[in-house]
């Protein structure tokens, strides 16, 4: 299997926008995707210069776009040092299980170190044991005493608003 990892470019956005889908089917939430293109678009490949608010690369096994990895960079104030957070990462089933998910995760590691983040961090869906146990596989550690929180719709727009 010849694996190639390179970077996305606004060209990508259909595709990045059928990997995205291709993920919330897997995880039963396609009902929730709410991205289009203009909206990736935007994000990812702003216009006039700005900074993107999240980067892509796309795994392709001898031609043929077999996935993807999203992420960004945070921050710890704990080390004082940003870190990269996988947003999403997905291997098209007829790709699974040939290495292109540890592929994906190696290369963000290797961007990770090149940009001196002090972590590598993704959240898991608790169903997902599969994923689970490669996560595990890699030397990745549960951080099951966090609890994510989320605040959306009508509860965010209660909470940002100014008194």
Not at 37 to 56: I, T
Not at 81 to 109: I, K, M, N, P, T
Request: charged share 20%; proline share 4%; hydrophobic share 45%.
């Amino acid at each position: 299997m010849a694996l190639d990892i390179r970077p996305a470019t606004a060209r990508d956005v259909p595709l990045i926008l059928d990997f995205v889908r291709g993920l919330a089917e897997y995880e039963r939430m396609l009902d929730q995707v709410e991205a289009t293109e203009a909206g990736l678009h935007a994000s990812l490949f702003p216009d006039g210069g700005g900074a993107p608010a999240a980067h892509c690369v796309i795994g392709s096994v001898n031609g043929t776009p077999a996935g993807f990895a999203l992420y960004f960079f945070n921050y710890s104030t704990f080390l004082a040092r940003s870190g990269l957070f996988l947003e999403d990462l997905y291997v098209r089933q007829q790709f699974r299980g040939q290495g292109c998910g540890e592929a994906l995760l190696r290369h963000l590691a290797a961007l990770a170190l090149e940009r001196n983040c002090g972590r590598l961090e993704w959240s898991v869906l608790d169903w997902n044991v599969r994923a689970i146990d490669f996560y595990k596989s890699l030397g990745a550690v549960p951080m099951d005493q966090w609890t994510v929180h989320r605040v959306i719709g009508e509860a965010l727009a209660r909470l940002g608003e100014r008194k």
